[in-house]
Nanobody, 125 residues
Framework: QVQLVESGGGLVQAGGSLRLSCAASGRTFNSFTMGWFRQAPGKEREFVAAINWGGGSTYYVDSVKGRFTISRDNAKSTVYLQMNSLKPEDTAVYYC??????????????????WGLGTQVTVSS
């Protein structure tokens, strides 16, 4: 019943920036914990970032901390991932995810209830 649609992926040079967006359907976006995951070729899907329902708490995987910023606009039912200082190892399909519930974000998003279909991010050297 809830659909997530990512956009903003593309090809960028190392050191460059991209901003991913995830638009959510439904009327309960502000009750969701939101996050981003990514999956590189030949690797398992990994958690990247999460943000709580109000946007006041965030959590990042160590490899992106200081470079990526997750944010949300509940009025637009949209979550964003600003990616700066991109590295070739950031190349992956990036997935938006949502979990029901207004919970404190102190770690990776576990067992999301909804997933987007992904958007490709390719960082060239």
């Amino acid at each position: 019943q809830v659909q997530l649609v990512e956009s903003g992926g593309g090809l960028v040079q190392a050191g460059g920036s991209l901003r991913l967006s995830c638009a959510a359907s439904g009327r309960t976006f502000n009750s969701f914990t939101m996050g981003w995951f990514r999956q590189a070729p030949g690797k398992e899907r990994e958690f990247v970032a999460a943000i709580n329902w109000g946007g006041g708490s965030t959590y990042y995987v160590d490899s992106v901390k200081g470079r990526f910023t997750i944010s949300r606009d509940n009025a637009k039912s949209t979550v964003y991932l600003q990616m700066n200082s991109l590295k070739p190892e950031d190349t992956a399909v990036y997935y938006c995810a949502a979990k029901r519930g207004r919970v404190v974000v102190t770690g990776p998003l576990v067992d999301p209830d909804y997933w987007g279909l992904g958007t490709q991010v390719t960082v060239s050297s």
